[in-house]
């Protein structure tokens, strides 16, 4: 039987990829009962992952130096993940909801890609986010909100910032390098729907 082991997945993400990801690992494994010692520190993984978002946020307006910058940023973040993978590979010892709960992926995993129930890109400018929904059947209207992220995942205050006739919306004059989580309900005929699982997005 194959053993279960994380995967450096992440390697091959866009640049703003790795930085959801690797906040992500951060929140699931430092403070996670099964990984009580990782080789790395909280402090040391958190400081590579604002130095990569500092980095993407500079190579977007500078030149040929800027992007070397961000990519050996990029670079430094994806050595420390893989260290921290290989300790959680130690550790679960081929367990497959232990590497999971440590939020890496693992090797056996199938790769789903079903349509997200919602999306958010970068907008035309710095500062915009673009959100895409799942359209729903029936769909007369789309109501939008938004919250800041401040990463304890508590304490959300939604805002509504618009709604619109179609599964799109489209925003701008948001704060650079900050986390906002974005979330849609569908008007229909038969009433409102509740609102989606949100999605969280750095503004660039």
């Known amino acids: 039987m194959k053993r279960s082991k994380p995967v450096f997945d992440f390697a091959q993400y866009p640049m703003s990829g790795k930085v959801t990801f690797f906040r ?18 909280f402090a040391d993984a958190k400081a590579a992952v604002d130095a990569l978002e500092a980095a993407i946020l500079a190579a977007k307006h500078g030149g040929v130096t800027a992007v070397s910058a961000m990519h050996d940023a990029a670079d430094r973040a994806d050595t420390l993940y893989r260290n921290l993978a290989h300790y959680v590979e130690r550790t679960a010892a081929g367990d497959e909801t232990s590497i999971l709960s440590s939020g890496f992926h693992i090797s056996k995993q199938p790769v789903l890609t079903p349509k997200a129930e919602l999306s958010a890109f970068d907008g035309e400018h710095t500062g915009g986010v673009r959100l895409v929904a799942k359209a729903l059947l029936g769909a007369v209207a789309y109501l939008w909100q938004m919250a800041i992220d401040d990463g ?7 805002i509504a910032i618009g709604s619109t006739t179609r599964a799109t919306f489209e925003m701008n004059g ?13 008007v229909t005929p038969a009433g409102t729907s509740d609102y989606c699982e949100p999605v969280t997005k750095i503004i660039v």
Request: aromatic fraction near 16%; avoid cysteine; proline fraction near 8%.
């Open 24 to 41: 992500h690992v951060n929140d699931q494994l430092y403070g996670n009962p099964l990984y009580p010692t990782p080789d790395i520190t």
């Open 152 to 158: 304890t995942g508590t304490g959300l205050v939604w």
């Open 174 to 186: 948001l704060e650079i390098m900050k986390r906002y989580k974005f979330r849609f309900a569908a």
